[in-house]
């Protein structure tokens, strides 16, 4: 059974930093683009961060480019998110997703195109 198991997410003040995990378990993760997304309330889920299975090439939104990293461990079957500068903006809960494709040259920012999703962990950025 496919699961992803985020952790990882807390109170931070503003300026400050956080590293989700995700661990993966059920398919060959260390084959699919890996992505995070994140929901704050009332809003809709939104794309962050997505890494190509290799490793190789990594996306990011424009509001978070130059504060948070991407990456993966495969040996662990662990994909991370470093979050760092951390403004209030930030808060939300942060969900991990897996590729439906495997070995794909790219990894994709739409919603639709992941197949696997975790229960999420929430990050709170206090002003």
């Known amino acids: 059974q496919e699961r992803l198991v985020e952790s990882g997410g807390g109170l931070v003040q503003a300026g400050g930093s956080l590293r989700l995990s995700c661990a993966a378990s059920?398919?060959?993760?260390?084959?699919?683009?890996m992505g995070w997304f994140r929901q704050a309330p009332g809003k809709e889920r939104e794309f962050v961060a997505a890494?190509?299975?290799?490793?190789?090439?990594?996306y990011y939104a424009d509001s978070v480019k130059g504060r948070f990293t991407i990456s993966r461990d495969n040996a662990k079957n662990t994909v991370y998110l470093q979050l760092g500068s951390l403004k209030p903006e930030d808060t939300a809960a942060y969900y991990c997703?897996?590729?439906?494709?495997?070995?794909?040259?790219?990894?994709?920012?739409?919603?639709?195109?992941?197949?696997?999703w975790g229960q999420g962990t929430q990050v709170t950025v206090s002003s």
């Open positions: 997703a897996a590729d439906r494709n495997y070995y794909s040259p790219y990894a994709p920012r739409s919603i639709n195109d992941y197949r696997d």
């Open positions: 059920g398919r060959p993760f260390s084959s699919c683009a």
């Open positions: 890494i190509t299975w290799s490793g190789t090439n990594t």
